[in-house]
C-alpha cells in the first residue's frame, strides 16, 4: 500500500498540493471569519444573558442539521463553490468559538470584576485588561474545537466544485482508489493536529497576539480571494458539473475537451462527484452550474411532471423528456449517445447457483436477503420504491449506501443484492450476476447534455461540439472507460481525451 500511495503522489503531486492549498485556505478563511463574528458578539451579550442564551441554543440548531442539507439549501442562494463552502462551515464553527467565549466572559469571578469597578476603571480597560485575559483559555479552546471541525468538514466542499482534499476523499471511494483516500484523509487530519498544535501554542502569547494575528490573515486571505475573483470575472467560465462515480466524471471531461476544441478561447470548470440528480437539477435551474449529463429515465420518472406511461422505446423516451423539459423548465436535452445505462439488480454468483435467481421476481424467494441501494435508486420512482411495488419484494434489511461502497460490500458478503447500472465495471470486477427484468420495469436510460434553453441559444458553438457525441459510444465502449477509471484508478480526464482522439472526435 506504501509504495502505492508513494506512485499515486508522484503521479498527482502537483493536483494534490493544489487540493491542498485549496483546504487550507477555505479552513483558514472560515475560522477567520468565525471568530469576527462570535468572539465580539459574545462580547457584545455579556450583560444581555436572555439574548445571549437564544443564540447560543440558536447556534446549537444548526450544529443539528446535516452539512449536505446546508449546502443544498444555499445552492440556489450563492450558486456552488467556495462561497456556499464558506458559509456553511462558518455557520457550524461560530457554536463551538460563542459558546466558549461567552462561558468564559460569563463564569469570572464576581469579585475580579468587583476589584476593577472598585478602582474606577473604564469599560474597555476592563474588558481587555480583565475579562479577555480571564476568558482567554475557555476562547482558544472553542478555537481549537471550531479549527479541527472546520478543517474536518471542508472536505465536503469537493461535492460542490469547492476543491480541497474532500476531491481526493471522494475519489478514492467512488473508484476504490485506497491511495487517493489515504492521502486526501491523511492530510485533512494532518492539517486538523497543526492547527490545534499552533493555536495551542497561541494561548502562551496574550490576546494581542489573538488579534493582530487575525486582522494579519484576514488581510491575506481577502486579498487573495479578491485576486481570485477579479480574473474569473475577465473571462466567461461555463461550468459542466456530474453525479457521483466514474462513468458521469468521463462524461463531463468529453464535454470540456469537445467544446475547447471548437472554441478554445472557451473556459470550462469541471465539478465531479457533485452529488445525487437532485442536487445538480437545482444547480442547474438556478442558473449555478451550465451543463450536466442527465438520462431519459431519470428525467420521466423524476424531474418532470408528467400523467404518460414512460415509453419503453430509447428514441420515444428521449422525445418526450426532451418535450417536457422545455415546457416545464426550459431546458434545452440534446440528441443522447448510443449506450444504456439503465438500472439494474445484481448478486453475487454463488446466490444466484444456490437459489437459482434468473431474474427480478426470482427474488421473492430470498426474503432473508439485506440489500443496500444507491441513495438516488432508494427515493427515486424508477428505483425501489416503485420496484418494490412491481414485483412484491421484501427483504429483511434495506439500506442506503455510496455507489462505490456498495458493490464493495455485496462482494464481502455484508449485503446480498444490490442494484447498479448496466455500464458498471465491478460486474465484471467481482464476477456478478445480472437479473433480468422480466417485467420490463426499467425505463430506457439513455445519457445527454442538458441545459438552460437561454444557454443554448446564447452558446451554439458549444450546442454544436457536444452534438457530435449524439449516436455515438457503446455499451461496450462505456464499460471499458469505467474499468479504466474505476479499476485500473486511470484519471477521468486521460481517459475522455484518449477515447475522443481515438474516435477521431477531436485532435
Do not use: C
Not at 437539477?281 to 420518472?301: A, M, W
Not at 424531474?303 to 415509453?311: E, F, I, N, R, S
Not at 419484494?393 to 458478503?413: G, W
Not at 427484468?437 to 445527454?448: E, K, L, S, V
Amino acid at each position: 500500500m506504501s509504495q502505492a500511495i508513494l506512485t499515486y503522489w508522484q503521479e498527482n503531486g502537483a493536483e494534490i498540493w493544489r487540493a491542498l492549498g485549496q483546504h487550507l485556505a477555505l479552513s483558514l478563511l472560515a475560522t477567520l471569519i468565525t471568530m469576527v463574528i462570535a468572539i465580539p458578539l459574545a462580547v457584545v451579550l455579556i450583560d444581555h444573558r436572555r439574548a445571549g442564551e437564544a443564540v447560543l441554543q440558536v447556534a446549537s440548531v444548526i450544529q443539528t442539521i446535516p452539512s449536505l442539507a446546508i449546502l443544498g439549501l444555499l445552492i440556489p442562494l450563492v450558486g456552488i463553490g467556495t462561497v456556499p463552502a464558506l458559509i456553511a462551515l462558518v455557520l457550524y464553527a461560530i457554536m463551538p468559538v460563542f459558546s466558549n467565549t461567552y462561558a468564559g466572559l460569563t463564569n469570572i469571578d464576581p469579585r475580579l470584576i468587583e476589584a476593577a469597578d472598585a478602582f474606577g476603571v473604564s469599560r474597555r480597560f476592563k474588558l481587555f485588561r480583565v475579562q479577555l485575559p480571564l476568558a482567554m483559555p475557555m476562547i482558544l479552546t472553542g478555537l481549537r474545537l471550531a479549527a479541527v471541525m472546520v478543517i474536518g468538514t471542508a472536505t465536503l466542499a469537493a461535492l460542490i466544485g469547492g476543491g480541497g482534499l474532500g476531491t481526493y476523499i471522494l475519489l478514492g471511494i467512488q473508484t476504490n482508489n485506497n491511495a487517493a483516500l489515504i492521502i486526501g484523509a491523511g492530510l485533512a487530519a494532518a492539517l486538523a493536529l497543526i492547527a490545534s498544535a499552533m493555536i495551542k501554542l497561541l494561548a502562551r502569547g496574550s490576546w494581542r497576539w489573538l488579534a493582530g494575528g487575525t486582522v494579519a490573515l484576514l488581510v491575506i486571505s481577502g486579498t487573495a480571494l479578491g485576486v481570485t475573483t477579479w480574473r474569473n470575472a475577465n473571462r466567461e467560465t461555463i461550468t459542466i458539473a456530474g453525479k457521483m462515480g466514474g462513468e458521469p466524471e468521463v462524461l463531463i471531461h468529453m464535454y470540456k475537451d469537445l467544446i475547447q476544441a471548437a472554441d478554445p478561447s472557451v473556459h470550462v470548470a469541471v465539478k465531479p462527484n457533485f452529488g445525487g440528480t437532485a442536487f445538480l437539477f437545482k444547480g442547474l435551474t438556478s442558473g449555478k452550474i451550465d451543463i450536466y449529463p442527465e438520462f431519459t429515465g431519470t428525467v420521466l420518472q423524476s424531474l418532470v411532471k408528467t400523467d404518460q406511461a414512460v415509453p419503453h422505446q430509447p428514441a420515444k423516451a428521449y422525445q418526450q423528456a426532451k418535450q417536457l423539459l422545455a415546457r416545464q423548465f426550459q431546458l434545452t436535452y440534446l440528441p443522447p449517445m448510443a449506450y444504456q445505462n439503465g438500472y439494474m439488480m445484481t448478486v453475487r454468483r454463488a446466490d444466484a447457483e444456490r437459489y437459482q435467481l434468473q431474474t427480478i421476481g426470482d427474488l421473492q424467494r430470498v426474503p432473508q436477503f439485506q440489500a443496500a441501494y444507491d441513495p438516488d435508486f432508494y427515493q427515486q420512482a424508477d428505483g425501489w420504491p416503485g420496484l418494490q411495488q412491481a414485483y412484491g419484494l421484501q427483504f429483511s434489511k434495506v439500506r442506503t449506501m455510496e455507489p462505490a461502497l456498495r458493490y464493495e460490500a455485496l462482494a464481502d458478503k455484508h449485503v446480498d443484492v444490490t442494484d447498479g447500472y448496466t455500464t458498471d465495471p465491478q460486474i465484471k470486477e467481482y464476477d456478478l450476476v445480472v437479473l433480468e427484468d422480466d417485467q420490463a420495469f426499467f425505463p430506457p436510460y439513455q445519457g445527454a447534455p442538458l441545459m438552460s434553453t437561454t444557454f443554448a441559444k446564447a452558446h451554439p458553438k458549444v450546442v454544436q461540439a457536444l452534438n457530435r457525441l449524439a449516436g455515438k459510444v457503446t455499451t461496450a465502449q462505456m464499460q471499458a472507460l469505467n474499468y479504466a477509471v474505476t479499476v485500473k484508478h486511470e484519471k477521468a480526464a486521460t481517459v475522455a481525451r484518449r477515447f475522443l482522439k481515438d474516435q477521431g472526435l477531436i485532435d
